[in-house]
């Protein structure tokens, strides 16, 4: 079974500034997908980013970026330019691709970010 | 706009009313999930649909009924709730190893 860790339940950043969000995961499998989803006060959990788990590449998009350390199982966030609009509950998710059209997810406990004007 | 819709909105109902969830979406997808989420905390998988067939559930209480009519359908049918169901309901659907897109919920409140 996988598990996903998010151990910061609240952050708080300057608007402008750069924050980073923490997610450590554990698992036994080598081809996994690993997701960063946000959601506002508006409640749509909205993707944010993607990391293949294959890929040595971290993703970025945007003003958002991830540092991902396969070896140490680690997929942290940073969002550069922070905006107002970032202020948000963050999950971190874990997928194990599975044969067929579904796969399940497995998310951490988030963690709720307030950006400061 | 959200590719995933999810109607209602809000609800609110008594213990002993029947009422129906909806979600649809028109991206092809062929996975269909349904989520309970309380507040502050991540979503909780409830039933996964494969190709209109109910691949998961996860322990849910019976007073809970999905339904998947066709590919782009999915319902949850609610009767004699507890006031601890009360939550945001989420829908999702996915293709493949895709991530899974999800609507806007609906606020259910029991009485």
């Known amino acids: 079974a996988q598990t996903v860790t998010q151990s910061q339940p609240e952050m708080s950043v300057q608007e402008a500034e750069t924050v980073t969000l923490s997610c450590t995961y554990d698992?036994?499998?080598?081809?996994?997908?690993l997701f960063w989803y946000k959601q506002p006060p508006s409640r749509q959990m909205i993707l944010v980013i993607r990391q293949e788990a294959y890929k040595q590449q971290n993703a970025t998009e945007n003003r958002f970026s991830v540092n991902f350390q396969k070896a140490a199982k680690s997929f942290s966030l940073k969002i550069s330019d922070s905006q107002l609009g970032d202020t948000a509950m963050y999950f971190c998710a874990f997928m194990k691709p599975n044969t067929g059209a579904n796969s399940k997810l497995t998310f951490g406990k988030g963690i709720t970010l307030s950006v400061r004007p | 706009d959200t590719e995933v819709t999810q109607t209602p909105k809000h609800l609110v109902m008594g213990m002993t009313n029947k009422k129906s969830l909806k979600c649809e979406q028109h991206m092809g997808h062929r996975a269909m999930y349904w989520y309970k989420q309380k507040a502050k905390k991540p979503p909780e998988l409830m039933f996964v649909?494969?190709?209109?067939?109910?691949?998961i559930n996860e322990s849910v209480p019976s007073r809970f009924s999905p339904e998947c009519p066709n590919s782009s359908l999915l319902n949850l049918h609610l009767h004699a709730l507890q006031p601890e169901d009360s939550a945001l309901y989420l829908c999702?659907?996915?293709?493949?190893?895709?991530?899974?897109?999800f609507g806007d919920g609906t606020r259910l409140s029991i009485l």
């Open positions: 698992t036994s499998e080598s081809n996994y997908y």
């Open positions: 999702a659907s996915s293709q493949d190893y895709e991530p899974q897109h």
């Open positions: 649909y494969s190709y209109e067939k109910l691949s």
